[in-house]
């Protein structure tokens, strides 16, 4: 066992305080991990205040890391010490169940998230990144490209993946019109990445207060849906629109916006009920209304790949642990551009 030291929420609600708890010492199948860097994602601050249910305390969040590895099991052949390496949303899954399916493991049973879970035994407690070092089996580790810098790096091992794993599935592209709703961590990711796979990329946000950032990221127009014309404007333009934000909009005006056989996905949920779809806005143009949540390990390594090839990172705000707290109420109020990232080695100090 090894001391590590972080950050916790101990009750929800709570502010999150200096916090020391162990590690397991490594296994045959293990990779041991030295924390640079953490990103800060509204889940953090949802399951820390436990606005979802199912919280367990003391509660380490963070879920993009990124770091170097120190040791490494007997058994591990994928990685060695001195590699840069990240660990996203979860460390563990269920590999015996017979509904197992490896490309779709984020949405199988037996998932062990990062933190806010109990490992594999169904009694030890995970812990987060807000943390100075990780042990992961390998198999949920993931690999860095050295041409990305490991503090904008962390954040594709979430807000990357939660965009790439929708654009890739609905096969964004050369040809392909697509409208990022909201231009926050996630959706600023999601500008880079569509424009990266060759898509016409479209910002729809409340004001044009950050259209030159949306435009410098790789999209080709951006509108302000404050503006009635917008949603007159776009009207069946749109193969794919994928909702970021976190706000409970009208989905019915943004499903008009979509060509016949277009879908809109959600990555965001709202924190309010949002008025009823009208079945219609679907029926009249075989539109498809659908959910997105993070991706596989495979899926995740080809995010990053993919990002390294283009030399997509997220654009941060680098922050000492303790001004967490601080970071948590900006993020609310979306005072951030475009995510908050944790330099673990002010843990130390």
Known sequence: MTLARGYAALAAKEQLVPFSFERRAPRADDVAIDIKFCGVCHSD??????????????MVPGHEIAGVVTAVGAGVTRFKVGDHVGVGCFVDSCTTCGTRHVDLEQYMPGLVQTYNSVEADGVTPTFGGYSDHI????????????????????????????????????????????????????????????HAMGAEVTVLSQSLSKQEDGLRFGAASYYATSEKETFK??????????????????????IRLLKIDGAMTLVGVPDAATPPVNAFNLIG??????????????????MLDFCGKHNITADIELIDIKAINEAFERVVKSDVRYRFVIDMKSVAA
Not at 290 to 301: D, L
Request: aromatic share 8%; net charge neutral.
């Open 233 to 254: 404007k776009l009207a069946g333009q749109f193969d794919l629109i994928i909702n970021t934000v976190g706000a409970a909009i009208d989905w019915n005006d943004y």
């Open 135 to 194: 042990v992961v089996k390998e198999g949920y580790v993931l690999s860095i490209p050295d041409n990305l810098p490991l503090d904008k790096a962390a954040p594709l091992l979430c807000a990357g993946i939660t965009l790439y794993s929708p654009l890739n599935h609905w096969k964004a592209g050369p040809g392909k019109k697509v409208a990022i709703i909201g231009l926050g961590g996630l959706g600023h990711m999601g500008v880079k990445i569509a």
């Open 45 to 58: 601050i949802h399951q820390a205040r436990d606005e979802w249910g199912g919280a367990t305390f003391p």
């Open 285 to 302: 143009a075989r539109r498809t209304l659908a959910g997105s949540m993070i991706g596989s390990i495979k899926e995740t390594q080809e």
